[in-house]
């Protein structure tokens, strides 16, 4: 008999200070180091030994969304879904112009990219407690939608292109409680429009 391998937690696409000064080393320590890590070590545990041992992460995904049973299971597994794909939605010296097929469809949208930031941006401040700012695609067209704890568009019909993490530990550490200051350095200096656009194809 094989045995499935685990879910990894997979390496950040940059140095862990690579952020900085918008979001520091020691955030990154913390946020990627624990909390990620722990939703990594936590679905292992939980999905041993069970039919989604050897499924795919989103998947697991998937497969736990909207089951009472399974919420333990959801909860870690999205949540390690959502944390890669947060890594992957910013890079150093980002922001500027999205690509223009992005900008199009942004104008098409919004009425342009600093329309789009704006929803992007209040979404992310108005998200209650802990959640998520995303830009997703519905369909063919653009869309801002925030989700609870560790909710994910995946599991709604969407595309997701880009997030924002509005969990508490996401910037704590650097912006005490001034979420909207953080969520408007990630969109004005961090926001990889490249990713985006490549996620829309």
């Known amino acids: 008999m094989t045995t ?30 624990k909390h990620h890590r722990a939703y990594v070590d936590n679905l292992n545990k939980l999905i041993a030994g069970t039919e989604l041992a050897a499924a795919s992460l989103e998947e697991i995904v998937r497969a736990s969304a909207g089951k009472a049973d399974r919420v333990g299971i959801f909860n870690n597994a999205a949540q390690v879904w959502n944390h890669t794909f947060y890594w992957k939605s910013m890079r150093p010296n980002g922001g500027g112009e999205p690509p223009a097929v992005l900008k199009q469809k942004m104008d098409a949208a919004f009425g342009g990219v600093d329309a789009c930031k704006k929803e992007l941006a209040n979404a992310a401040v108005t998200q209650f407690g802990s959640g998520w700012a995303w830009l997703v695609l519905d369909g063919a067209n653009l869309k801002v939608v925030k989700t609870g704890n560790a909710e994910t568009p995946v599991t709604q019909g969407l595309k997701p292109l880009l997030t924002v993490d509005v969990w508490e530990h996401a910037y704590y550490l650097d912006y005490q409680n001034k979420r909207a200051d953080y969520v408007a350095a990630v969109l004005d200096k961090l926001a990889n429009w490249e990713f985006a656009a490549a996620n829309m194809a």
């Open 4 to 33: 499935a391998a685990p879910i990894t937690l997979p390496p950040l696409p940059y140095a862990d200070n690579a952020l900085e000064p918008v979001i520091s080393a020691h955030t990154m320590s913390f946020h990627y180091g």
